[in-house]
């Protein structure tokens, strides 16, 4: 046997048991998503081609992975892009996509996806582009020497016991429920992963005059999140379709309540609660900032700027990430009040940066960041078309005057003029995403 032939079936060796270890991880993955196997059937082609002697490169010269996109790079919000090279992965999943979003980015395993991406500050409509490193070949895998493409490794949502009802969360079977629990409406939607694994969570709090099915309308969250390992509720001052607002003075610890109760039902991953809010429910997302923030690991609230945001100083801790948005045209949550907030938590919490990380014809996007591993983004969008106050609306949902289940026109709540480059329920969840909690 010649030592070429031996340094040769060495290779195949290592690299079969290589592969044998990637196999029992897909295992024990909660999502093995088509991606993973995509992956792991391409590594095992790596190695078939290696043991055939079908590569050119000498056993002493490991074959070098396609060059990837730079991971600092800004992502184009309207094209997609890292640095001139097209992204496939325009979408929700990480710290690898663009400003559209609906599907796994490329190269994503599914405990990728639930868990995001530690590693680069958030960008455009997405994030910081590395999509599809992991879908290079074996040099993207951490088993075969080569870093993966961000800081901390991606999380693993773990199996978790059979959830368990209480008196007000009673049937805790997979699908869309309605609770109604210390006088309030729960719409809450449970995808079946999320009764084998340890899910995240997402509350969704609607504004004065709407409710649970009207907000779902606006951001769409109850259908974006929930394939990405989230449970979705949104909260409801009314059973009605619309006309519901909110006491807060004594709603918002209700609400509270119910969170923790959910995340004890269902054995939620405690470094993935998230509460996002649109004006009275930014208040109440503050509020959540204020009171509750050691349950949070991130937090967007989105047209109310609050006064609440005052507790946002030196001394709160722990820091939970926050991206918020607001309208020039806002005639209730007022551009001016909006900027005023966003400075008083700029200079409170010490924060440097205000880059511009993404813009386009109708918007704009600053990143801040601070100790103990704080981030701020402030969005500032020029859409309208709310009936009674224009730019008081959510870009990028589905209730308007003709769609949507909102059966009172002048409530509808989407934004419908100006040149809508954005979607607020897929900026939010990417933040999500990409925010785990780090504490």
């Keep these: 046997m010649s030592d070429s032939f031996r340094v040769r079936l060495r290779e195949c060796s290592c690299i079969h048991a290589r592969m044998q270890r990637k196999i029992k991880r897909r295992e024990t993955h909660a999502l093995p998503l088509f991606v993973g196997l995509r992956r792991a059937a391409r590594a095992a082609f790596m190695a078939v081609a290696a043991c055939s002697g079908g590569s050119s490169t000498s056993p002493q010269q490991p074959a070098t992975a396609p060059a990837q996109p730079n991971a600092g790079s800004p992502v184009s919000a309207a094209a997609g892009t890292s640095a001139g090279v097209p992204n496939p992965a325009a979408a929700v999943g990480g710290r690898g996509s663009g400003a559209s979003a609906g599907l796994p980015a490329a190269g994503m395993s599914g405990a990728q996806v639930a868990g995001g991406d530690r590693g680069s500050a958030s960008v455009a409509g997405g994030s910081s582009a590395n999509a599809g490193a992991e879908d290079a070949g074996l040099a ?19 199996p978790i016991d059979p959830p368990v009802a209480d008196d007000c969360i009673k049937d805790v079977s ?208 020029m859409y309208g078309g709310q009936a009674v106050l224009d730019g008081h609306c959510i870009p990028g949902g589905v209730d308007t005057p003709t769609m949507g289940s909102n059966n009172f026109a002048l409530n509808a709540t989407t934004c419908t003029s100006g040149t809508i480059e954005i979607k607020w329920g897929e900026l939010a969840l990417q933040w999500f995403i990409d925010h785990p909690r780090l504490h």
Excluded at 239 to 255: L, Q, R, V, Y
Aim: with cysteine.
């Design 140 to 158: 993207a895998d951490p088993d075969v020497g080569a870093a993966s493409d961000a800081g901390a490794p991606p999380r693993t949502m773990q």
């Design 174 to 381: 997979p699908g869309d429920h309605t609770y109604t629990c210390s006088g309030l409406t729960f719409l809450a939607l449970i995808d079946p992963m999320c009764t084998e694994v340890a899910c995240g969570v997402i509350f969704d709090i609607h504004g004065a005059t709407m409710s649970g099915a009207q907000m779902r309308d606006n951001t769409l969250l109850y259908k974006l999140a929930p394939s990405k390992g989230y449970i979705v509720v949104n909260p409801s001052a009314t059973s009605a379709n619309t006309g519901g607002s909110w006491d807060t003075t004594n709603d918002p610890a209700k609400i509270a309540e119910f969170l923790k109760r959910t995340i004890k039902a269902f054995h939620v991953d405690p470094e993935r609660v998230h509460v996002t809010g649109f004006s009275q429910g930014s208040d109440i997302t503050f509020w959540f900032l204020c009171n509750e923030h050691e349950l949070l690991a991130s937090a967007a609230p989105v047209s109310g700027a609050s006064n609440a945001a005052l507790c946002l100083d030196d001394s709160w801790r722990p820091r939970v990430p926050i991206l918020y948005e607001n309208g020039t045209k806002d005639l209730a949550s007022t551009i001016e009040r909006s900027r005023s907030m966003v400075d008083s938590i700029v200079k409170q919490l010490m924060l440097t940066g205000g880059t511009q990380i993404a813009a386009g014809s109708g918007y704009f996007r600053k990143h801040w960041l601070g100790d103990n591993r704080m981030e701020f983004d402030y969005i500032e969008h």
